[in-house]
T-cell receptor, first 114, second 113 residues
Framework: GAGVSQTPSNKVTEKGKYVELRCDPI?????LYWYRQSLGQGPEFLIY????????DSGLPNDRFFAVRPEGSVSTLKIQRTERGDSAVYLC????????????FGNGTRLTVT | GEDVEQSLFLSVREGDSSVINCTYT??????LYWYKQEPGAGLQLLTY?????DMKQDQRLTVLLNKKDKHLSLRIADTQTGDSAIYFC?????????????FGTGTLLAVQP
């Protein structure tokens, strides 16, 4: 079946603008995760959804970052007043198991803030 | 705190075995994972091991877990040029209740023909 889908694959925006990044998880997966990967680093956890609710948002760096999952499927990561330091690859992952088992990752959205 | 460490780079010749090492900090991690990332691509799950096991073999891949030393390794037998990629290990701290993965910085494996 289809894997985790992320759109757009690339996004270039100017400093100060607002961006939205979308994630379509694997059908039926209740757990959804957002990670951020900077160049030369491993992925860093941002936020975890179980169903519609954010069960753990401890990785969001500041209040410019927000994510929603209103119907328990598609999720949107929203970044306000983007800064050059926000440039990274944003990865989404899903899992059918909230308490264990592997995460399935999408190919990511490469965000460049100029 | 939560920290996963890996060596940055490993170079091997095609046909040799590769061993990639990882140390983690949270002894309550339930699962430990190995992911592969090719240039410009997302993370591909390679294999994982449950914390009550000390070895898992899956075709050319062998995972060894030493819980006492909090050390995890991935052995790739008969390494091929297609194995060239960055390999990440990841732990699930806090007993894995949320399945939040903490990743290492990755090991770049370069396979010489």
């Amino acid at each position: 079946g289809a894997g985790v889908s992320q759109t757009p694959s690339n996004k270039v925006t100017e400093k100060g603008k607002y961006v939205e990044l979308r994630c379509d998880p694997i059908s039926g997966h209740t757990a959804l995760y957002w990670y951020r990967q900077s160049l030369g680093q491993g992925p860093e956890f941002l936020i975890y959804f179980q169903g519609t609710g954010a069960a753990d948002d401890s990785g969001l760096p500041n209040d410019r970052f927000f994510a929603v999952r209103p119907e328990g499927s598609v999720s949107t990561l929203k970044i306000q007043r983007t800064e050059r330091g926000d440039s990274a690859v944003y990865l989404c992952a899903s899992s059918p198991y909230p308490g264990g088992g592997p995460l399935h990752f999408g190919n990511g959205t490469r965000l460049t803030v100029t | 705190g939560e920290d996963v460490e890996q060596s940055l780079f490993l170079s091997v010749r095609e046909g040799d075995s590769s061993v990639i090492n990882c140390t983690y900090t949270d002894s309550s991690s339930t699962y430990l994972y190995w992911y592969k990332q090719e240039p410009g691509a997302g993370l591909q799950l390679l294999t994982y091991i449950f914390s009550n096991m000390d070895m898992k073999q899956d075709q050319r891949l062998t995972v060894l877990l030493n819980k006492k030393d909090k050390h995890l390794s991935l052995r790739i037998a008969d390494t091929q040029t297609g194995d060239s990629a960055i390999y990440f290990c990841a732990e699930t701290p806090g007993g894995g209740a949320t399945n939040k993965l903490i990743f290492g910085t990755g090991t770049l494996l370069a396979v010489q023909p």
